[in-house]
């Protein structure tokens, strides 16, 4: 018997049903002819819908206006405050103000580029020494000498329980036993990052 390629027995007035009934699931509404699947029986993994009303939304929006518009208040007054005292400043005091203005910001930058490049140096310095890129963010000192003695600290510590978990991992077991056997590394990272936290 030869199949054919068509399909001749689907029911395709079916699906319309399910997604008109998934529809009206999701807005709430009844259309009366469609009834919900109960057959599944696994409440627990399906979201369950709040209900709430026009009051009570209205409620939640109105309060949350008033506090967005109570905050712009506060803002537009410190900024209307801040205007009437520059106004009152004599044209060398608003210059001294926007000179230390700039030192602020320039300072900042200095700073940010500082640690740019701190962070930077720690990252080569980690390449260096082969180790794992990882734990720079716990390494990283006030200055480079200060990184540099925290990253030989680490080493030490670092190579030393390398060491101990590849001994323990190689060590010769009994034919036939069939020992659990622990990721040395994942052990290894563990006890080095709660070391350096």
């Known amino acids: 018997m030869e199949k054919s390629l068509f399909l001749s027995n689907v029911n395709l007035q079916r699906f319309a049903d399910e997604g008109e009934a998934q529809v009206t699931e999701q807005t709430g509404q009844s259309t009366g002819d469609t009834e919900p699947d109960t057959k599944s029986g696994d409440d627990k993994n399906e979201p ?23 905050k ?12 009437l005292r520059k106004s009152k400043l004599s044209q060398a005091e608003k ?15 200095r700073e940010e580029n500082r640690l740019m490049k701190l962070e930077s140096r720690t990252s080569e310095i980690l390449n260096e020494h082969e180790l794992p890129q990882s734990f720079k963010e716990f390494l ?7 990184t540099e003695a925290n990253i030989k600290a680490f080493e030490e510590v670092y190579r030393a329980e390398i060491k101990k978990a590849t001994e323990e991992k190689w060590k010769t077991k009994a034919p036939g036993t069939a020992a659990k056997e622990t990721n040395a590394d994942d052990a290894v990272w563990g006890e080095i990052r709660n070391k350096y936290k």
């Open 140 to 146: 990283i000192g006030q200055d480079e000498e200060a």
């Open 95 to 109: 210059e001294a103000e926007e000179r230390q203005e700039l030192q602020d910001e320039l300072a900042k930058a």
């Open 48 to 70: 369950k819908m709040l209900s709430i009303t026009q009051d009570e939304l209205d409620e939640i929006l109105n309060k949350r206006l008033a506090r967005q518009e109570e």
């Open 72 to 83: 712009l208040k506060k803002d537009f007054q410190a900024q209307r405050d801040e205007d």
